[in-house]
């Protein structure tokens, strides 16, 4: 733009000289073309000035390269960047699936799966995912996810909405509805399928109203920032909230347990060592009161839930690795149940396809909430093929072995985009 500011003003300067002059007509006319020339640079440098430029933020939890596009007003940026509208960013996901099972005893259909023996289509979530600045520190987040159920009805959730304020690198503060910092997963990915490498989530860390075992939403205020730890690069995180877990269970009976949580807190550390980038080690403490849903709401179980990981993602490569262990115990007595749980998930691109490997394991107690998941474990592995920055494709084959009934064998499809 100085340039532009430049040229008009040597252009200005030859054309007051050439007026000082006694001039002839052609002189005259030359004068007249300067001055056209001069009025239209101006114009341009007037549209410059007006072009601002966008940064693009990473999407809470995700490594995305932040890119910029000069955005004159009227215009819409490029479809692998975060949309505008009156200071509103904002970015969609969406998803179409093909899913079958091996038999006809239902398990959990989620999303508008009809579980049986035959294969059904069905579209998943589709998710806004929203931002607006309010200055320098502050800022709104809302995630809304508009979700198929059963018979192709459709439910509006807020999944997530939250007032963020940032102090400093040291401390970051949000407020509102948020997805719970247990482990690693529920932080990284959030409810577009686009962004995980897998056509779904682990057992463990599938969103509650969809069977998973956690508390993974909340409404609270959640905390966190550096510690000054040199090159060990260490962060904290603190988060004390009300979560209300409705969970149906997975053996197709149609139950959905109520666990009427209390509130909770939960702390957590990780650390991202400079000497090896792309590795991030941490884990976290959560700790609520719950229901047992069978016994009415005069028996309170205390519910503990410990996490450690390890995940590296560089060169290619990710490698996810997540540890459990959720303890129920019942109050006024000494009886409790310790259930281990985990995932570990490696994957590999290669152009633009990325192979993937998933072991997940369960290992629930009857006694306790989870009496339909009881012990499960098993093998995942597929392919994502991204065609280009915005559409994935996904096949995934799953095997899942469960106490006391017969093998699962699955097989997922997805079509998943973002725009």
Not at 47 to 55: D, F, G, M, N, Q
Not at 83 to 100: C, P, S
């Amino acid at each position: 733009m100085r340039g532009a500011h430049d040229i008009a003003a040597v252009i200005l300067a030859f054309a007051e000289l050439c007026s000082a002059q006694s001039t002839g007509s052609g002189e005259v006319e030359m004068i007249r073309l300067l001055a056209q020339q001069v009025q239209e640079l101006q114009e341009k440098v007037r549209i410059l000035e007006a072009r601002s430029t966008i940064s693009v933020p990473a999407t809470e939890g995700t490594t995305v390269e932040a890119q910029s596009v000069e955005r004159i007003p009227g215009t819409f940026p490029g479809p692998n960047l975060l949309h505008e509208q009156h200071g509103i960013q904002w970015r969609g996901f969406a998803e179409v699936n093909y899913k079958v099972l091996n038999q006809r005893r239902p398990e959990l259909g989620t999303f508008g799966f009809v579980p049986g023996s035959a294969g059904n289509f069905y579209t998943g979530d589709f998710d806004l995912f929203l931002t607006s600045r309010i200055n320098d520190r502050a800022s709104v987040l809302a995630e809304i996810v508009f979700g198929e159920g059963d018979a192709q009805s459709f439910d509006v959730d807020l999944e997530r909405a939250l007032v963020k304020y940032d102090y400093n690198d040291h401390l970051k503060m949000s407020f509102g509805r948020y997805h719970t910092g247990i482990g690693y997963y529920n932080t990284a990915f959030h409810s577009g399928k686009w962004l995980q490498t897998t056509a779904d989530r682990p057992l463990v860390m599938e969103f509650a109203n969809d069977g998973g075992l956690l508390p993974t939403q909340a409404v609270g205020v959640s905390v966190t920032g550096t510690v000054p730890s040199g090159k060990l690069g260490l962060n904290y995180l603190f988060e004390y909230g009300s979560s209300d877990t409705i969970r149906p269970e997975l053996d197709g009976s149609g139950i959905t347990d109520d666990e009427n949580n209390g509130n909770h807190f939960n702390v957590g550390f990780f650390a991202r060592p400079e000497a090896f980038p792309g590795l991030q080690i941490g884990g976290s403490f959560y700790h609520d009161k719950i229901n047992r849903a069978e016994s009415g709401s005069d028996v309170r179980l205390g519910q503990s839930i410990v996490n450690g990981y390890v995940v590296y993602l560089a060169h290619r490569i990710e490698f996810l690795n997540e540890g459990f262990l959720i303890r129920q115990s019942f109050e006024h007595s000494k009886l409790a149940f310790n259930m281990p749980a985990f995932y570990s998930q490696i994957s590999r691109k290669f152009g633009s396809m990325r192979p993937f490997f998933r072991y997940q394991y369960v290992n629930a107690n009857l006694d306790t909430m989870f009496e339909d998941v009881l012990l499960r474990h098993g093998p995942s592995f597929g392919v994502r093929y991204d065609f280009n920055e915005n559409m994935a494709f996904k096949t995934q084959l799953d095997h899942t072995l469960r106490k006391g009934k017969a093998d699962l064998n699955g097989l997922q499809m997805q079509l998943a985009v973002t725009f």
